[in-house]
């Protein structure tokens, strides 16, 4: 048992490369002082430069592996990656809050793979918008945000109206004219953050990253915002780390 480190738990993929999902994420953690645990929501087989198949867990046994963690330890927040559905979401969602319905859930909105590989289609979006209320924060990018919302709207305005349901940090990985600038919405207020390191370099599962140090820094009692702009610069280390598409972690 840890006697000073929060625990944070981490519900994704297992990707073997390490660039993205679970081991990832520990990575992420330790770096950051929390004690990771991680269930898988399904296996994969991938390289950083391409995705093959992935073999999803039973639902039954992602609630069961729940139930037993919550049971054992204190969870502070929970990093939720990628999911086969908006089913599947809600009921990992429900038994998280069943179980501690203080801890915070950040849900990383992986809705397909940098090689095109679908994992999630967001059909009912009114179900959705039942989900995000207890969710505390959703960490999609410019592509993934416009499948969130029927909306015509830019993607900036889309986030401004889902953060009336959970926060929402609009990652700039993908954005179409500022790069690397990253805005959190919450409800009325909206904050800019902006990159301080030059990023020449992009990497696998960066955005995995992002989120699962926004997770750490959540669990370590920093707000929203705070937490936000520590993740950042946490991301521009990892993403300056090397030349390759597989990063460093350190802080």
């Known amino acids: 048992m840890s006697a000073t480190r929060p625990y944070v738990l981490t519900i994704a993929g297992h990707d073997p490369s390490g660039g993205a999902g679970i081991l990832s994420d520990i990575k992420t953690f330790e770096q950051h002082r929390v004690y990771g645990l991680a269930i898988t929501t399904g296996n994969t087989i991938q390289t950083e430069n391409q995705f093959y198949t992935i073999q999803w867990t039973d639902l039954d046994f992602v609630l069961d592996s729940i139930k037993k963690i919550f049971r054992t330890y204190d969870i502070k927040a929970v990093k939720i990656g990628i999911v086969p559905s ?6 990992i969602v429900s038994q998280i809050k ?14 397909k793979s940098t090689t095109e590989f679908e994992f999630t289609t967001v059909e009912n979006k009114a179900e959705l918008l039942k989900i995000l209320k207890k969710i505390d924060l959703i960490t999609p990018n410019y592509s993934e945000i416009l499948k ?8 900036e305005e889309i986030a401004h109206e889902l953060s009336s349901h959970c926060p929402v940090l609009l990652k700039g990985g993908h954005h179409p004219k500022q790069k690397g600038v990253d805005y959190l919405f919450m409800d009325e207020e909206c904050a800019k953050l902006v990159s301080t390191t030059v990023v ?4 696998h599962g960066s955005g995995c990253v992002l989120s699962s140090a926004i997770t750490a820094n959540i669990a370590l009692g920093h707000d ?4 936000s702009m520590k993740a950042k ?19």
């Open 148 to 155: 969130l919302s029927d909306s015509k709207n830019s993607a």
């Open 224 to 227: 929203f915002i705070l937490s």
């Open 98 to 111: 069943k179980h501690s319905p203080r801890t915070k859930i950040i849900w990383d909105t992986v809705l």
């Open 86 to 91: 908006l089913e599947y979401l809600k009921k």
């Open 233 to 251: 610069k946490y991301i521009e280390k990892y993403l300056t780390s090397n030349t390759t598409l597989l990063g460093y972690h350190h802080v």
């Open 200 to 203: 020449t370099s992009e990497k």
